[in-house]
């Protein structure tokens, strides 16, 4: 029976003189009575013991060890194996029976206690160490895929400097145009943009001298015709040389600083591209680079969840709201891409919610696919979320937009959708209720009513009549009496005549 055998310095094959024995063996017994070195196959370089670490820690045979296998193992021989997958790969691939279980494992242990003794190797032990210790680095940059190029902890850095910068840059350019203002107020009015100001402090440090200067490498020629108009009306102060000197070296350290940031951004931008092309093309270097300066690394970032990624750098508000029983932000660092800057306000959270969730898939694919070629799920995703924001705004605006064409984008139509508008309720004489009794009743009342009235009028002028019949009667008696005899008369009369009957309807 035979023993196989993996030392950093290349692969062993022992052959056990006495199975008894080895599998009695206490520590204090000769093994080199036990075992006898067959054969020993020594590796060229660290690539070649790297590439045979990683065969055998995959479950494969390497080109090496099959050679040493098939030159000293004989047919029908059994082979003890350390590992279960690498045995199994040898029985499948050679068709040598392989053994490896717990009593292998003992035997493996005693080897590995004894192995300079068994190959008789005079090296030092520092220098087995030394070679164990690389294999041992190599294995794992291999295991973890590590490359140089995918350090994001560069990004991390390179995005917080950049920010830093910004707030310098601000800080050293304000002060610059408060400061030179005293001598030249009129010219902050005219250049807006921070380094060409500065460039123009510099070149030219007193206005008196814009007359004879050129500034067509600073400003366009419509601006450089102004300032030297401005220069010579200006209402500012007269400096001193001393002046003129401190303030062109501020001047010259905000065009240092801005040429830096420049260069920053560029070594940023390559390095955003290598690590996370997907979700550079999803939002934009510095939003993406953000983005993983904020979790902390891209493996991280890719943890999260996309309602996560969403309001993330938002979290003192979204405490806040749950603190208060408030609304919950919308966005936080992803507000900044410029798919939700395009987008109308009411749009913003519905398209923030869209891209959280592309980009979620797209750094997941930067941070774990191995093979992933350029930023083809960062593109198809901006095409998706692109097309939600134009069926979005159609649905808005009225227009009518197709689901998707054949590459997966949508599109819009010139057709117009006609606007959804209610019909107004038509008059429905069937629902109307009429209770007659309720408007025979209305009548009975209105004609008592009326009835009541013509009787209080009558009363009334019968009652006026009296007064004025005893007022006559009391100024001429005989005259009265006549007029009580008529009315008399008239009143007969009208009794007599039959009254008419109401015709019923």
Request: with cysteine; hydrophobic share 35%; glycine share 6%.
């Amino acid at each position: 029976m035979l023993v196989l055998f993996e030392t950093p310095s290349g692969h062993a094959l022992f052959k056990i003189t006495d199975e008894a024995k080895a599998k009695a063996l206490d520590g204090s017994s000769d093994v080199s009575e036990v075992f006898k070195l067959k054969a020993f196959r020594k590796f060229d370089d660290t690539l070649d013991a790297l590439s045979a670490a990683t065969a055998t820690v995959e479950g494969s045979v390497s080109k090496q060890l099959k050679k040493l296998l098939k030159k000293h193992v004989d047919s029908g021989e059994k082979l003890m194996v350390g590992d279960a997958k690498l045995g199994g790969a040898v029985k499948e691939s050679m068709g040598i029976k392989c053994v490896f279980d717990n009593s292998v494992m003992e035997i493996m242990r005693e080897v590995r206690s004894h192995v300079d003794e068994l190959l008789g190797t005079s090296s030092a032990e520092a220098d087995q160490r030394a070679m164990s210790l690389g294999l041992a680095h190599s294995l794992s940059r291999y295991k973890l895929k590590f490359s140089p190029d995918k350090v994001d902890t560069m990004i991390v850095q390179a995005i917080g400097l950049l920010d830093d910068l910004d707030k310098e840059i601000n800080t050293y350019a304000m002060r610059l145009r408060e400061w030179y203002g005293w001598h030249f107020p009129e010219l902050a009015k005219v250049v807006s943009d921070n380094l060409a100001y500065a460039k123009l402090v510099l070149k030219m440090k007193v206005r008196t001298a814009a007359k004879s200067l050129d500034f067509s490498d600073c400003v366009p020629e419509d601006v450089e015709q102004e300032v030297k108009h401005i220069a010579e009306i200006s209402m500012g102060t007269e400096i001193s040389e001393e002046d003129t000197l401190n303030i062109s070296a501020l001047a010259d350290q905000v065009v240092t600083l801005m040429e830096y940031r420049s260069t920053l951004y560029e070594y940023l931008k390559n390095r955003m591209n290598a690590i996370a092309p997907n979700l550079s093309a999803m939002v934009g270097e510095l939003v993406g680079a953000r983005l993983i300066s904020h979790a902390g690394s891209l493996m991280t970032l890719a943890k999260y969840p996309a309602s996560t990624i969403q309001i993330l750098g938002a979290e003192k508000a979204l405490f806040r709201a749950l603190k208060t029983k408030h609304a919950t932000p919308k966005y936080g660092i992803i507000y900044h891409a410029s798919l939700v800057g395009q987008a109308p306000p009411k749009l913003k959270g519905k398209i923030s919610r869209v891209l959280a969730a592309k980009c979620a898939l797209s750094i997941r694919t930067d941070a774990l696919a191995d093979d992933a070629e350029g930023a083809t799920v960062g593109l198809e995703g901006r095409e998706r979320v692109e097309a939600r924001l134009m069926q979005l705004e159609g649905k808005s605006n009225g227009f009518a937009i197709s689901r998707q064409n054949g590459n997966g984008s949508a599109a819009v139509s010139d057709r117009k959708i006609p606007a959804v508008t209610e019909p107004k309720p038509k008059y429905n004489p069937a629902a109307d209720v009429v209770e007659k009794a309720e408007d025979s009743g209305d009548e009975n009342r209105a004609k008592k009513k009326s009835k009541k009235d013509k009787n209080e009028s009558s009363e009334k002028k019968s009652k006026d009549g009296k007064k004025r019949h005893r007022e006559d009667a009391e100024v001429d008696p005989e005259k009265s009496k006549k007029k009580e005899k008529k009315s008399k008369v008239e009143s007969e009369a009208t009794e007599a005549t039959p009254k008419k009957k109401k015709s019923k309807k």
